[in-house]
Nanobody, 123 residues
Framework: QVTLVQSGGGLVQAGASLRLTCVAS?????MGWFRQGPGKETEFVGS????????YYADPLKGRFIISRDNAKSTIYLQMNNLKFEDTARYFC???????????????????WGPGTQVSVSS
């Protein structure tokens, strides 16, 4: 199992940008981001395949959220732009040793989870 260390997050105003960082210790194939808002279920944000940088995003977030990687640092980033109140949630970094396609949308595909970091957007 891979250990994931997250940083970033905080309280911002609507329209602002924020970047989350996740550093992995150990080998993983795909890394992703999930979030859980107050009173909501955990939902897929996006994922990135570390070998070639292929990304997948939840449809409502396409264009505003961008995932990138730095393999030399075993790090992925979640750049969140034009944040909205409804983006308020706890964001979790995840790691999977095998998911490569649309199965990466499922939380069950990830065996490693970070502790989460809170993002709060004021309207």
């Amino acid at each position: 199992q891979v250990t994931l260390v997250q940083s970033g997050g905080g309280l911002v105003q609507a329209g602002a940008s924020l970047r989350l960082t996740c550093v992995a210790s150990g080998r993983t194939f795909t890394m992703g981001w999930f979030r859980q808002g107050p009173g909501k279920e955990t939902e897929f944000v996006g994922s990135i395949r570390l070998t070639d940088g292929t990304t997948y995003y939840a449809d409502p977030l396409k264009g505003r959220f961008i995932i990138s990687r730095d393999n030399a640092k075993s790090t992925i980033y979640l750049q969140m732009n034009n944040l909205k109140f409804e983006d308020t949630a706890r964001y979790f970094c995840t790691g999977s040793r095998y998911c490569a396609g649309y199965e990466c949308y499922q939380s069950s595909s990830y065996e490693s989870w970070g502790p989460g970091t809170q993002v709060s957007v004021s309207s």
